[in-house]
C-alpha cells in the first residue's frame, strides 16, 4: 500500500549553478508563484544529453500520440 503525498506543481525554474567551485553539475530549482525553492535537481554535465534525449522522447510521444500521447495512459 502506499500513501499518497501531497505533490506540488512547480510555477517555474531556474536554472543555474552553485558556489561550489568543484561542483560540476546545473542546478534546476523548482520555484512556486512566489519564486520560493521548494526543491532542486541537479544534473551531472555528463548526463545532460542523455536528459535532454529523454525530454525529447517524451515530447514526440506527445506530439506523435495525440491524446493518448503515445503512452500506457
Ligand atoms: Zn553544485
Known amino acids: 500500500m502506499t500513501m499518497e503525498r501531497p505533490f506540488f506543481n512547480a510555477h517555474s525554474i531556474a536554472i543555474g549553478t552553485c558556489p561550489n567551485p568543484a561542483c560540476r553539475a546545473i542546478h534546476v ?3 512556486d508563484q ?3 525553492v521548494h526543491a ?3 544534473i ?3 548526463n545532460v544529453e542523455d536528459v535532454i534525449a529523454d525530454l525529447r522522447t517524451v ?4 506530439v506523435m500520440g495525440g491524446e493518448k500521447k ?3 495512459n
Open 40 to 42: 532542486q535537481l541537479t
Open 44 to 46: 551531472g554535465c555528463e
Open 70 to 72: 503515445g503512452l500506457d
Open 34 to 36: 512566489d519564486d520560493y
Open 29 to 31: 530549482h523548482l520555484l
Open 59 to 62: 515530447r514526440d510521444r506527445i
